[in-house]
């Protein structure tokens, strides 16, 4: 499908992959009667070409009833004394963007079970043997990959964990290890692209690393251009464009666009369409928490810039925190506080920095701005967004709860917290609501004599531990027990 057009009917389409096959313009009527009694069998491979490529300027009607025209299809032939079969192929992520016509016959391709991962190692190992025997390293067992069942039950996926343990065996020395699943991702990640730089010459250490670096941030704009448009694809028009307002400095040579980009790392599905002859490209991680990973690590360095500088401009930070609730993905809000966490030093400044950018969220003279602008919302929406980001993220820094006196000031918190939890109200949808009320608990206290609010982080749906951060507040300070948000948007 990435090489059909994607705006033509479908009998125009079958005649176009004919004549690409066969460099001859066959009529689909003639060539169907060629062979009599013989049924066609009609394979349309990469629906989620069409839909995910194609969506940058195709009408959402043509692509919610592509499936419904082949059917018509099918009935008008078959009335021509013309029947024909026709499987579909598509990737489960944009399956839900075409209505499936009723009689139609399904069948979904599971995941690997650990039968099958088993019996994958066992061709793998095989294969290998040799390379293990040169290079001093054990055969991939079953129990190291089990403990990274997520990923080792889709296959390509089970290949990049392979390929990973393939260069010193790591994935056998992490069963001895606590790590958590950012830092797998961020050793996957750094490994797949190292393997990328060297094939491109040898470099000094510091200039390998260096080059690394650039190649996982740009990947993690693209990732967060995903997150702002609340897709798990990109176009790579768009893609292009979020490079260009984030890009670093690049010695000469190095690729610049999506599509070079892209084409270095098989863990990036691409996928193509044609339209009114212009190919167009799609491009989506081959599994969503790799994005995830990536828009956390972006923001990540962002927030080690403000910390180590102390900058009043925070336009990268405002770019970044601005479009899309960091709590709609749960995920990326887990692995932003893992990364918090291994902070070496600076992470009890950024609450306070990140407090002081709160009070300047609506107006700030000193914010550049990149020109990253991946949705039409307004200036009321963003300043929304930026906030409730801006107390999650110190809420993670620092270490589960800030008090909302800091954010606010306290000597009109009863007036002004609730103005700003009634704002995010007033701009986030529903769903983003929910989530974020979900994410954030509140708890009244006294602290310094005054009134305020504990503002704290829920685990898994589990409140944090009360008793933990009453012990940890300042100046005889105390905390009755947490309630939701929501609360607090209704005073």
């Not at 090489?3 to 079958?14: I, V």
Request: charged share 25%; with cysteine.
């Amino acid at each position: 499908m990435r090489h059909t057009p994607a705006e033509a009917d479908l009998q125009a389409q079958l005649e176009h992959a004919l004549r690409r096959e066969t460099g001859r313009a066959v009529g689909w009527p003639d060539w169907s009667e060629a062979v009599p009694g013989a049924i066609p069998v009609v394979l349309l491979d990469g629906l989620d070409e069409l839909l995910q490529a194609g969506a940058q300027l195709l009408d959402s009607a043509r692509q919610w009833s592509y499936l419904r025209e082949i059917e018509r299809f099918q009935a008008r032939e078959a009335e021509q004394g013309r029947p024909l079969i026709v499987l579909v192929t598509s990737r489960t992520v944009v399956a839900d963007r075409s209505e499936i016509p009723a009689r139609s016959q399904v069948l979904r391709l599971e995941p690997f079970g650990e039968s099958e991962i088993e019996r994958w190692l066992d061709i793998w190992n095989s294969a290998n043997r040799s390379y293990f025997e040169r290079h001093g390293l054990h055969p991939l067992a079953l129990a190291p990959v089990l403990q990274h069942a997520e990923l080792a039950a889709q296959p390509l996926l089970l290949l990049m964990l392979a390929l990973y343990d393939s260069v010193s065996g790591d994935l056998h020395r992490m069963r001895y290890e606590r790590i958590s699943r950012t830092q797998l991702y961020e050793r996957l990640l750094t490994e797949f692209a190292r393997r990328q730089v060297v094939k491109d010459g040898p470099l000094p250490v510091a200039e390998q690393d260096a080059a690394v670096d650039r190649e996982l941030h740009r990947l993690s704009v693209i990732a967060l251009g995903m997150l702002h448009r609340g897709t798990q694809a990109i176009g790579g028009e768009q893609a292009d464009r979020d490079l260009r307002a984030f890009a670093t400095e690049e010695p000469h040579g190095e690729p610049r666009g999506a599509e070079p980009l892209f084409g270095r790392f098989f863990f990036v599905h691409e996928a193509q369409a044609v339209v009114t002859e212009q190919p167009l490209r799609s491009y989506e991680f081959l599994h969503a928490t790799f994005g995830e990973h990536l828009a956390a690590r972006l923001i990540d360095r962002a927030l080690r810039r403000l910390a180590e500088s102390g900058a009043v401009d925070d336009g990268e930070l405002y770019a970044l925190l601005s479009f899309t609730p960091l709590t709609d993905r749960a995920q990326l809000v887990q692995n932003l506080g893992d990364m918090l966490t291994a902070w070496p030093t600076g992470r009890d400044r950024l609450p306070t920095l990140l407090a002081t950018l709160f009070k300047a969220a609506e107006w700030d003279p000193h914010r550049s701005d990149p020109g990253h602008a991946p949705a039409a919302v307004t200036r009321t929406y963003r300043n929304a967004v930026y906030e409730a980001n801006l107390l999650l993220v110190a809420v993670l820094a620092g270490g589960g709860a800030v008090h909302a006196s800091a954010f606010v000031g306290s000597e009109h918190l009863v007036d002004n917290w609730p103005r700003r939890a009634m704002l995010w109200k007033s701009q986030l949808s529903s769903e983003s609501r929910e989530l974020l009320s979900s994410a954030l608990q509140t708890a009244r206290c006294w602290r310094d004599a005054q009134p305020d609010l504990l503002i704290g982080t829920r685990q898994a749906g589990r409140p944090t531990d009360l008793p933990h951060l009453r012990a940890a507040l300042p100046n005889g300070a105390y905390a009755d027990e947490f309630t939701t948000l929501e609360r607090t948007w209704r005073g």
